[in-house]
């Protein structure tokens, strides 16, 4: 549930000797499709000036879910060892999180699993429809032979139970269908989004300014501008995310998602500890360098 930032121990420890926002989606190798070491997305974070960064690699399944793309259940103490090296006292600080996929079936062993661990962010994506990963560029032609409007409704139901479980922190790249260019008329995605966007309200969680988006095809930040606004208007927490999965795109194009924020009417995002969410004020435009604001469109 959301907590304004009030307790002296968070607010202090929130207190930013800088005012960059934090990155809250990066990974490492142990998903098979990242490179880099984690000590390398740290630096980079500490390079750009960013206070803090949590790692969310995509969680175990060993019900046999995509093992293509994730870390074996065996290897989740590498990853908790490779990311507890890093939390220190130095800057920037370091979280610990995971990027949990929903799909048929996932609270067997995520509903008991995830609660089991030492979690400060629980991410909750949707990478699949059935067994076509739509977002795999490998089987993006699949998309030429599929109804645009219909699986995104589809991917949509989807995203509306991933709410229903509770199992999430925060919902992931939310309109990551788009993402070879592919999508509804807008109409259609607005009276689509609606209803999932009151799911994710009801359930308390926050959503997430994916700035990967802008790295693919699409060109864009997920979600679209008119998502985020009406995320806004059910007072939805958000959080932001460069999903590097390596170390150089760490807090990429941040300032263009800080005025996607602004410009949607939010005033405050959330930092995490402990898969509580705390509101505190968004950098004012002066936290980056103009250049930075330069041509950065919504
Ligand atoms: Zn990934
Ligand atoms: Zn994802
Ligand atoms: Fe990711
Ligand atoms: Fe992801």
């Given at each position: 549930m959301n907590k304004v930032a009030t307790e002296d121990k968070i607010l202090h420890e929130l207190k930013p000797n800088n005012n960059r926002l934090p990155d809250y989606h990066m990974h490492t190798p142990l998903c098979r499709h990242a490179e880099g070491k984690v000590m390398d997305y740290r630096n980079t974070a500490g390079a750009l000036g960013i206070p803090e960064i949590c790692f969310v690699d995509h969680a175990p399944n060993p019900d046999g879910y995509d093992p293509r793309h994730r870390m074996n259940l065996?290897?989740?103490?590498?990853?908790?060892?490779?990311?507890?090296?890093?939390v220190d006292h130095r800057s920037p600080h370091v979280l610990f999180g995971i990027e949990a996929d929903y799909y048929k079936g996932c609270e067997t062993f995520l509903g008991k699993w995830l609660g089991t661990q030492d979690f400060d962010l629980v991410l909750g994506s949707v990478h699949f429809i059935e067994d076509w990963g739509f977002d795999n560029?490998?089987?993006?032609?699949?998309?030429?032979?599929?109804?645009?409007?219909?699986?995104?409704?589809?991917?949509?139901?989807?995203?509306?139970?991933?709410?229903?479980?509770?199992?999430?922190?925060?919902?992931?790249?939310?309109?990551?269908?788009?993402?070879?260019?592919?999508?509804?008329?807008?109409?259609?995605?607005?009276?689509m989004v609606q209803p999932v966007l009151d799911s994710v309200a009801e359930a308390g969680m926050g959503m997430e300014l994916n700035t990967s988006g802008l790295r693919k095809p699409v060109g864009e930040i997920y979600p679209s501008a008119l998502i985020v606004t009406l995320a806004r208007e059910r007072d939805i927490p958000i959080c932001f995310g460069s999903d590097a999965h390596r170390p150089e795109d760490v807090g990429k194009d941040f300032p263009a998602a800080l005025k996607m924020?602004?410009?949607?009417?939010?005033?405050?995002?959330?930092?995490?500890?402990?898969?509580?969410?705390?509101?505190?004020?968004?950098?004012?435009?002066?936290?980056?360098?103009?250049?930075?604001?330069?041509?950065?469109?919504?």
């Open positions: 065996n290897e989740f103490c590498d990853y908790q060892e490779m990311v507890g090296a890093l560029p490998d089987v993006k032609q699949v998309w030429n032979s599929v109804d645009v409007t219909d699986t995104w409704a589809t991917y949509f139901k989807l995203v509306s139970k991933l709410a229903e479980t509770r199992l999430f922190d925060v919902v992931s790249h939310l309109d990551i269908p788009k993402k070879f260019g592919h999508r509804p008329p807008e109409k259609d995605l607005k009276e924020a602004r410009d949607a009417g939010y005033t405050h995002y959330f930092r995490a500890r402990k898969r509580e969410k705390y509101v505190v004020p968004l950098p004012g435009t002066l936290a980056y360098p103009a250049q930075a604001l330069d041509g950065v469109h919504g």
